[in-house]
């Protein structure tokens, strides 16, 4: 299995809302990662962990939560959200203990705030 | 940290053309250098990359050189087709054995047949 996955595809939320998105890798890779793409810009980077521990977190506010319950599954906790927050969340994985492997990217999640 | 600028932000050629995007970075530090190809919709996806030792690396149609002293590196893509069409982002990371990606804004181009 060489993808990750993420569910939803689709996610509409209000900003009293609480929700989860979710990200999957069968690839035995170690290191894990969250990004934010609005429109028409490149990806940027929120958050990466490695051996389930977080890393880097990028200065993300704290009503985004992220969580690494295993080496295959990556979550990210959203609370009390603003429709600035509107984008395309994309988790993407690669080796870690390496460091030579490339970084594979999910479908995304297209995430509205209302 | 680092920066990565990329040109041109458009590019349109015509079939069969060789179309060339360039990126720089600010970071000395930075080992590793990638280059996505993203469909609209769709995620976005290696195509080649090239790491701070190597000058020139090339698969079929793609090529990417970097200048390590100039700190810019360049994609070159040869005999054009419209499913060439997309989004392409290069990006420069320092690797340590995850990768801190810092991408460039972007360069979208039209392959005409």
């Known amino acids: 299995d060489t993808e990750v996955t993420q569910t939803p595809k689709h996610l509409v939320m209000g900003m009293t809302n609480k929700k989860s998105l979710k990200c999957e890798q069968h690839m035995g890779h170690r290191a894990m990662y969250w990004y934010k793409q609005k429109a028409k810009k490149p990806p940027e980077l929120m958050f990466v962990y490695s051996y389930e521990k977080l890393s880097i977190n990028e200065s993300v506010p704290s009503r985004f939560s992220p969580e690494c319950p295993n080496s295959s599954l990556l979550n990210l906790h959203l609370h009390a959200l603003q429709p600035e927050d509107s984008a395309l969340y994309l988790c993407?994985?690669?080796?870690?203990?390496?460091?030579?492997?490339?970084?594979?990217f999910g479908p995304g999640t297209r995430l509205t705030v209302l | 940290g680092e920066n990565v600028e990329q040109h041109p932000s458009t590019l349109s050629v015509q079939e069969g053309d060789s179309a060339v995007i360039k990126c720089t970075y600010s970071?000395?530090?930075?080992?590793?250098f990638p280059w996505y190809k993203q469909e609209l919709g769709k995620r976005p996806q290696l195509i080649i990359d090239?790491?701070?030792?190597?000058g020139e690396k090339k698969d079929q149609r793609i090529a990417v050189t970097l200048n390590k002293t100039a700190k810019h590196f360049s994609l070159h893509i040869t005999e054009t087709q419209p499913e060439d069409s997309a989004v392409y982002f290069c990006a420069a990371s320092i690797q340590w054995g995850f990768q801190k990606l810092v991408f460039g804004t972007g360069t979208r181009l039209l392959v005409s047949p």
């Open positions: 090239i790491r701070s030792n190597v």
């Open positions: 970071d000395s530090a930075s080992n590793y």
């Open positions: 993407a994985s690669s080796q870690d203990s390496s460091g030579n492997g490339e970084q594979f």
